[in-house]
C-alpha cells in the first residue's frame, strides 16, 4: 500500500511578493488554473494502489491546506499540523507514525506501508513517466530500499544538488555518492556527464524502515517526533501535533538525517518536466513565451524588450526597452528584479524583516 | 506692463503612466509640494510691474486650472479654454488678443502690454536669476524686440532645439540662429562652445507686435485667432473660444510659424536652473539621489541597484540587481523602462490606442 505524504512546508521565499508567509507558493495557481498543492495531490491519488494523501503543512495554512484539497475533492487520510518548521526528516517522521497508527495486520503482512514523499510545490508535466517512475520506485521499495527520485538534468544548474548514479542496469540503480549545489563548471561537467542527476526531495521509503533507521542514528529525533505524535491533539478535521514536543526537536532534512547515511539507498530516474518552481527564472522557463522570449500574466505590454517576465494580474504593465528583468506585482508591494540576481529576492526578505515592515512578508 | 500668460496646452506623454490626458504632468506635484502649474504662477505674480496671468488650457483641465490656482491663492487675468490644441503659436495669439482687449489709453502710450509666455509645466530652482533674466528680456521688448529665453545648457542634450547667440555684448543678444534637435556629437560641440543656448520655450513679446508680425506672416492663422476670440463666450470664471473658428486654424508652434522668421528677435539668458520635466530621465536629474544614485518617492527598496528612479506612492517597490532603470507605479499600470528608452514611452502610448485601451490615456 501506498501512502503519498504531502509536504507543505516550503514557505517559497523566492516567490516573494506573491509567495508570502501565510499565502507561500504551494497555494498559488502560478503555472495552471490549479494551486501546486492541488495539482500534487491529484496526482498523488492517480497511482494505483495508493491511498488518500496525509498532509504535514504548518497549523497556519491548516485551511488553506484543508480547502484546497476539497475544492478538488481530494479527502486527505489525515492533515498533520506542525507549530514550527523542523524541515523534513522530522515531517516524514511524523507522517510515518501517522501511517503506521492506521495500520492493519495485512498491511504488515505485506511489509507495512510505503510512503511517497512529495513536497507539495513542485511541478511535473509528465504525468505518465512520474507513474512510471513511481511503479519502478516501489517495487524497490517493496523490498526494503529507500529510494530517491532522481531528475534528469536539462541545463547546469547550480541551485540543486546532484545524486551520482552508481554502476549497473538496473531502472532503479543504487545512488553512488549525493553531491552538495555545484559550482557552474562542475555543474556543466555533471550534465554532460549522463551520471548525475537532480536531487528532486521526492522519496519512496518504508514507513516502517524509515523509522528503524530514524531511531538508528538519531534517536533524540525519533523520541521527540513519537512524543509530539503520541500527544497530539486529533479532531475531526486536523492533527495538532503536540507543540512542545515538536519544537523541541532538531530541525534537518531527510537528505542529511537519513539519505546520505544509510547504505543501499537506490535512485529513480525521473525525467518528467520536474520543476521545484524554486525561483521567478525557474517559473519564467515553465510560463509560455512570445517571440521576443517575454512570459506574463496578466497585462503585459513589451516594446524592445527581450526575455522578460510579468506577473501583473491587477495593472497594466509596460516594459520598455529592458533585458532579463523579471516584475512581479501584486496589490501592496512590487518586485522588478535582474534575472541574474533572482537569487537575492531571500535578502529583499530579510531586509524588510530588520525595518520591522512584516506586512510586506 | 507684464502680463504673463501661462501655457497649460502640454499633454505630458513621456510622463506616462503617471501623467494622463486628463492630468497632465503640470497638475502634478512632480518636484515639491505644489504642482507646476501653482509655482509656474506663484513665479509669475512675483515679477514687478505685473498683471494677474492670463492662462491658456484646454477646455477638458478648466476645473484643474481653476482650482490649483485659486489653492494657492493666484486670481487669473483670465482663463481661456482651447477646444482643442493647436499648438502654441495660436495660444499666444489669443492670450495677446486677450491682453490688449482690456487695454486702457495708458497702456498703449507705454507701448502697450507685454506678454511673458511661460509653459505650465517647467521646473526653475534659481528664482532670483529668472527675475534677473525677465528684467532684462522686459527692458529689450519695451523697445518693441521679441525675446526668447536661451537656457545656459548643462549637458548635451540631444532632446532640445538649441539658439546659437549673435556677436555683441549686450545683456540681450541678437539671436544668431535657431537650430534643430541636434545629434549627440553637435550637442557636444554646441556645449562646449558656449555660444549655444537651450530654446526654452519662454518669451517676452509685445502683445501689439506679436498680432503684427502674425498677420504678416499667417494672416490666416490671426483671421481664425481672432474669429475664436471674438466669437468666445464668457462666463465668470472662463473665456471660451468659438470651436468651430479655433479648429479650423492652423496648428504651428511660436518658433516655426514667427521666432525663426522674424528679424532681429533678441534671446535673454536664462541660468535658473530650468528643466522642462520632458521625461522621467530629466525628472530623476531634478530628485535628491541616494549614495547609489538612486531616486525614489514613495517607499523604494534597493538592493544592489544603482542610478534606478522609483515613483510608487502606493506600494512597497523593491529593485533588485538593476542599473538604469526607470519604475512608475500609478494605481491602474506600471511603467518599467530603461533610462536608455526613456523617450519611446510615447510609442506606449501609440500602442495602447491602438489596442483601444483608452482607459490608461
Known amino acids: 500500500m501506498l501512502i503519498p505524504v504531502i509536504l507543505s512546508g516550503g514557505a517559497g521565499t523566492r516567490l516573494w511578493p506573491l509567495s508570502r508567509e501565510l499565502y ?13 498543492i492541488q495539482d500534487t495531490a491529484l496526482r498523488s491519488i492517480g497511482l494505483p494502489d495508493v491511498t488518500a494523501p496525509i498532509v504535514v503543512c504548518n497549523e497556519a495554512h ?12 481530494v479527502e486527505p487520510r489525515s492533515i498533520v499540523l506542525e507549530p514550527a518548521g523542523r524541515n523534513t526528516a522530522p515531517a516524514v517522521a511524523i507522517a510515518a507514525l501517522a501511517a503506521l497508527s492506521g495500520g492493519t495486520g495485512e498491511q504488515k503482512v505485506q511489509g507495512g506501508p510505503l510512503l511517497l514523499v512529495l513536497p507539495a510545490d513542485h511541478v511535473l508535466t509528465d504525468i ?12 524497490a521499495a517493496r523490498e526494503g530500499f529507500f529510494v530517491t527520485f532522481g ?31 555545484p559550482d557552474a563548471a562542475r555543474a556543466q561537467a555533471f550534465v554532460e556527464s549522463g551520471n548525475y542527476f537532480w536531487n528532486s526531495g521526492m ?13 538508528r542514528l538519531d534517536s533524540a529525533m525519533l523520541t521527540a517526533c513519537r512524543k509530539a505524535f503520541d500527544g497530539a491533539q486529533h479532531d475531526l478535521d486536523f492533527v495538532r501535533l503536540d507543540r512542545a514536543a515538536f519544537e523541541a526537536c532538531r530541525s534537518d532534512s531527510i537528505d542529511y538525517a537519513l539519505m546520505e ?18 525561483s521567478w527564472v525557474s517559473l519564467a522557463d515553465i510560463w509560455p513565451k512570445d517571440a521576443s522570449g517575454n512570459a506574463s500574466r496578466g497585462e503585459g505590454l513589451f516594446l524592445d524588450s527581450r526575455n522578460c517576465l510579468v506577473y501583473s494580474p491587477h495593472r497594466l504593465a509596460a516594459v520598455v ?41
Open 151 to 181: 531528475i534528469v538534468p536539462t541545463r547546469p544548474e547550480t541551485g540543486y544538488g546532484y545524486i551520482r548514479r552508481g554502476a549497473g542496469q538496473s531502472a532503479v540503480p543504487p545512488v553512488a555518492e549525493f553531491v552538495e549545489k
Open 203 to 215: 522519496f519512496l521509503l518504508p514507513a516502517q524502515g524509515y523509522l528503524e533507521e530514524l531511531g
Open 261 to 278: 547515511r544509510v547504505s543501499g539507498v537506490l535512485m529513480a530516474e525521473g525525467d518528467f518536466g520536474w520543476s521545484d518552481v524554486g
Open 24 to 36: 507561500p507558493k504551494q497555494f498559488l495557481p502560478l503555472v495552471g488554473e490549479r494551486t501546486m
Open 321 to 361: 526597452g529592458l533585458r532579463n528583468v523579471i516584475i512581479v506585482d501584486t496589490k501592496d508591494a512590487l518586485l522588478v528584479c535582474s534575472k541574474k540576481a533572482d537569487q537575492r529576492v531571500k535578502e529583499v526578505i530579510e531586509a524588510l524583516k530588520k525595518k520591522g515592515q512584516k506586512i510586506y512578508l
Open 128 to 139: 505518465a513517466a512520474f507513474r512510471r517512475a513511481v511503479a519502478a520506485a516501489t517495487a
Open 62 to 73: 491548516r485551511f488553506l491546506v484543508a480547502e484546497q484539497l476539497r475544492q478538488v475533492g
